[in-house]
């Protein structure tokens, strides 16, 4: 049961860090793709 938990909470933080990424890239003028995927991968490098 916790290993759900984790995996929810790992998933929830991955998009929220895409979706900031997205929103920050369109603050700097830059390519929001490559922001948001690198930022789905690798979210604690936002």
Same mark, same amino acid.
């Given at each position: 049961?916790? #290993?759900?938990?984790?995996?929810?909470?790992?998933?929830?933080?991955?998009? #929220?860090?895409?979706?900031?990424?997205?929103?920050?890239?369109?603050?700097?003028?830059?390519?929001?793709?490559?922001?948001?995927?690198?930022?789905?991968?690798?979210?604690?490098?936002?």
């Amino acid at each position: 049961m916790a #290993g759900n938990a984790i995996v929810a909470i790992w998933g929830s933080t991955m998009l #929220g860090a895409m979706l900031l990424a997205g929103l920050v890239s369109l603050w700097k003028n830059r390519d929001y793709s490559v922001w948001m995927a690198w930022s789905f991968l690798l979210p604690p490098a936002l």
